[in-house]
């Protein structure tokens, strides 16, 4: 049984910094693509980080690239997103989510999803 449970979301200012990590259990495959995802209320869901471990290429949103770093830790099984230079713009709700294979460019065909983290940014 494959589970990711998110953590580390919570309230900061504007230029703050956060660190979300997602635990990873039951998934057993070599390669695979895993990333960060997030949704704003009326808004639909974006991708935001990935990385595919196959390769040990990363992949950003270009709203984030340069403020945001993905990175693994393989021997904890856990994924994390170092969130920096936050804006009220990044408040959403932030989702892991893996995949067996594919575009690290794509954000579609994620199978295994988390229950998220809230982030707020408040001015």
């Known amino acids: 049984q494959v589970q990711l449970v998110e953590s580390g979301g919570g309230s900061v200012q504007v230029g703050g910094s956060l660190r979300l990590s997602c635990a990873v259990s039951g998934y057993t495959e070599s390669s695979y693509c895993i990333g960060w995802f997030r949704q704003a209320p009326g808004k639909e869901r974006e991708g935001v980080a990935a990385i595919y471990t196959g390769g040990r290429r990363t992949y950003y949103a270009d709203s984030v690239r340069g403020r945001f770093t993905i990175s693994q830790d393989n021997a904890k099984n856990t994924l994390y997103l170092q969130m920096n230079s936050l804006k009220p713009e990044d408040t959403a709700m932030y989702y892991c989510?893996?995949?067996?294979?594919?575009?690290?460019?794509?954000?579609?065909?994620?199978?295994?999803w988390g229950r998220g983290t809230q982030v707020t940014v408040s001015s």
């Open positions: 989510a893996v995949r067996s294979g594919g575009s690290i460019y794509a954000w579609n065909n994620y199978n295994y």
